[in-house]
């Protein structure tokens, strides 16, 4: 869904968190439910402040806070940090498909000008608004990652290779 309409649904995300708290039920029991909750929320709480600055969709918050249901507050930021280097890659891939570090260097200096101007304007009001807007739709277009995918390659490092 990232892909097509740049919003990981509610309602996935709701159908898998519930199917991992029925798998951990069935293979833990009720007591587990608290722990796996209080991991959703810790992940959420620390993952939020890259929302509010407009560096992470909301979507892809929701989605490691769903792996913290499994895997713990430690493996989901585990997992977080695997796809922070897979985006820090495709990033690279996409320097070099669509050619211009100083394009990059743009929307980094776009974005970060317009981040400064609206706290500086609006203060608390600022993270009410997209940072996208007012950006070239092109560049952004280009520019821009599916976090999803990251986190999906993330994941599958940590349970190959970590929990392996």
């Given at each position: 869904f990232d892909?097509?309409?740049?919003k990981i649904?509610?309602?996935?995300?709701l159908?898998?968190g519930?199917?991992?708290?029925?798998?951990?039920?069935f293979?833990?029991?009720?007591?587990?439910?608290?722990?796996?909750?209080?991991?959703?929320a810790?992940t959420?709480?620390?993952l939020?402040?890259?929302f509010?600055?407009?560096?992470m969709?909301?979507?892809?918050?929701k989605l490691l806070?769903?792996l913290?249901?499994?895997y713990?507050?430690?493996?989901a930021?585990i997992?977080?940090?695997?796809?922070?280097?897979?985006?820090?890659?495709?990033?690279?891939v996409k320097?070099?498909?669509?050619?211009?570090?100083?394009e990059?260097?743009?929307?980094?200096?776009n974005y970060?000008?317009q981040?400064?101007?609206?706290l500086r304007?609006?203060?608390?009001?600022?993270f009410e608004?997209?940072y996208i807007k007012?950006?070239?739709?092109?560049?952004v277009?280009?520019?821009?990652?599916?976090?999803s995918l990251?986190?999906?390659l993330g994941y599958l490092?940590?349970?190959g290779g970590?929990?392996g």
């Amino acid at each position: 869904f990232d892909f097509y309409t740049i919003k990981i649904p509610n309602s996935n995300v709701l159908i898998i968190g519930s199917f991992l708290m029925a798998v951990n039920y069935f293979f833990y029991g009720i007591n587990i439910w608290p722990q796996s909750i209080g991991c959703v929320a810790l992940t959420i709480l620390t993952l939020f402040p890259l929302f509010a600055l407009g560096v992470m969709g909301a979507g892809d918050i929701k989605l490691l806070a769903v792996l913290a249901i499994p895997y713990g507050y430690k493996g989901a930021m585990i997992i977080f940090c695997f796809a922070l280097v897979w985006g820090l890659l495709i990033g690279i891939v996409k320097i070099i498909k669509y050619g211009g570090l100083g394009e990059r260097l743009k929307y980094l200096f776009n974005y970060l000008n317009q981040l400064v101007a609206s706290l500086r304007v609006r203060g608390g009001e600022a993270f009410e608004q997209s940072y996208i807007k007012g950006l070239d739709e092109e560049m952004v277009k280009k520019s821009g990652i599916h976090f999803s995918l990251p986190i999906f390659l993330g994941y599958l490092i940590y349970i190959g290779g970590v929990k392996g």
